[in-house]
């Protein structure tokens, strides 16, 4: 009886290993496309997708990847583009998002939510539901986010679980109007769009209404925007400073910002040298690009000539809004906030130390994003120093961001010069959801000796992590 009883027990928990065990590997193994596994396609010493497996996209026991769950839920990511090829063979019919509540081709608006057969999306440039890629860019986008896993001869895209929303603001020009990105943003947050690609760059994006913004972001929208290719800054680019989105620099191979990147309030950043990803058909993008020297032709890819290689920002935000958009099929009830404190807490530090102007809170850590607690985040900011009188002596006042959902500790901190080699610690730094509040202040008697400083706030997050904010102050 006892014996049995053992056994019935050893039994049990031999059971309950399997299931656990078993769950703890229903998780995507990586894909195995052959331009994935690839390297060297024209002639290249790095991988063929290199963008992807340099933000933790990779084959290896640690890809990020490996953290998704293969029951994972469909998401609704809408490209706001210059349409798609949807016949190209390496994007799947069912990756694109269908209306529900329309059916097509009836000449009936029959969701009545103003736009009459929009089945896959719409075309707010000619007023129809047949938003068709005639400039590639588009496609090109959309192919980061969903190229399908199982066309072996292709390109592997971040989210197998994506579901693309096809909304044209851009014409085959490069053009678009202010009026029709707020138009297309309104749409993606009215019809379940939980994030939002925009790569349509500085000019455009300087047009887009911050009321559009703002709709989307109380709706729930991760918004991921490009920084744009202008090199300058975008402090005077409207809402691509905005902290209601995640404006994405681009990095190179030696994961600094590309010369072409736009800077100032940029988010985060990711590769965005050489990408590869899908031609449309009849298309070839840089041909448009200004001030590149371009032979037509040079960026195809294989041999049918339907894949494509291309540089900007407009092609590191997609990385982005895929790691949002795996994020959200692996946990549906993620917030907009969340997803968008977590990219930027867990992004890898890059170019200059702590969160910088050029690569923001640094290049998107795909791993450390999806391994996140929900709640994470460790944010860093000075937004700036002014002197003021404390008492009979002047203090410098540092004011900026302090935060993390457990906070560990927060420091200021001087040290002599543009690159200090060593730091003195002048006092904690007070908790602050930023991004002006007051952090502390330094005695004037600390900044002697030295005409330029650098100030940081250095925060340490109780599970170890820190993450640091500097601040040039000139005495001179
Ligand atoms: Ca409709
Ligand atoms: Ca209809
Ligand atoms: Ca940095």
């Given at each position: 009886m006892m014996r049995t009883l053992a056994s019935l027990l050893i039994g049990c928990s031999a059971l309950g290993l399997a299931a656990s065990a078993q769950a703890q590997t229903a998780t995507l193994a990586p894909p195995d496309n052959q331009y994935f596994v690839g390297?060297?396609?024209?002639?290249?010493?790095?991988?063929?997708?290199w963008a992807l497996q340099r933000i933790g996209f990779d084959a290896s026991p640690n890809s990020a990847w490996r953290l998704v769950r293969r029951d994972a839920k469909p998401v609704i990511v809408a490209v706001i583009d210059t349409g798609l090829d949807w016949n190209h063979k390496n994007i799947s019919w069912d990756n694109i998002w269908r209306n529900p509540k329309e059916i097509p081709d009836n000449g009936i608006d029959d969701d009545g939510n103003g736009f009459v057969d929009d089945v896959v999306g719409w075309d707010f440039f000619e007023r129809g539901n047949k938003p068709w890629d005639h400039d590639g860019h588009g496609t090109f986008v959309s192919g980061i986010i969903a190229g399908r896993w199982d066309d072996k001869e292709g390109v592997a895209g971040i989210n197998p679980f994506v579901r693309l929303m096809i909304l044209k603001g851009i014409n085959n020009f490069g053009h678009s109007r202010g009026s029709y990105l707020a138009e297309a943003i309104t749409y993606a947050a009215d019809n379940g769009a939980r994030v939002i690609n925009l790569s349509v760059g500085g000019k455009h994006i300087?047009?887009?209404?911050?009321a559009a913004i703002d709709y989307a972001y109380s709706k729930g929208v991760v918004i991921v925007a490009a920084a744009g290719n202008e090199a300058a800054d975008i402090r005077t680019y409207g809402v691509a400073a905005s902290d209601k989105v995640i404006t994405v620099a681009s990095t190179g191979f030696d994961d600094e910002r590309a010369v072409f990147s736009n800077w100032g309030k940029v988010s985060v950043a990711a590769p965005g040298i050489d990408v590869l990803s899908l031609r449309a058909r009849r298309t070839d993008i840089m041909l448009g690009v200004i001030g590149v020297k371009y032979t037509a032709g040079e960026a195809y890819v294989g041999p049918d000539k339907r894949h494509y290689r291309a540089s900007g920002t407009s092609f590191s935000a997609p990385l982005v809004a895929g790691v949002a958009s795996l994020m959200i099929a692996n946990d549906p009830n993620l917030t907009n906030k969340q997803v968008m404190a977590i990219i930027k807490s867990t992004a890898r530090d890059a170019g200059t130390p702590g969160v910088d102007q050029y690569t923001g809170y640094g290049i998107v850590d795909a791993v450390a994003a999806l391994k996140a607690p929900k709640d994470y985040f460790l944010f860093a900011g000075i937004n700036r120093v002014e002197v003021v009188q404390q008492g009979k002596a002047p203090v410098v006042r540092v004011r900026g961001t302090a935060d993390a959902n457990a906070l560990k500790s927060a420091h200021i901190e001087v040290g002599a010069g543009e690159t200090p080699t060593s730091w003195k610690r002048v006092g904690a730094a007070k908790k602050s959801t930023g991004p002006d509040a007051v952090l502390g202040d330094i005695p004037?008697?600390?900044?002697?000796?030295?005409?330029i400083w650098q100030i940081r706030v250095v925060i340490e997050h109780k599970d170890g992590a820190t993450r640091e904010a500097r601040f040039k102050l000139n005495l001179g």
């Open positions: 390297r060297g396609s024209w002639g290249q010493k790095y991988p063929d997708q300087s047009e887009v209404a911050q004037a008697a600390a900044l002697q000796g030295a005409k």
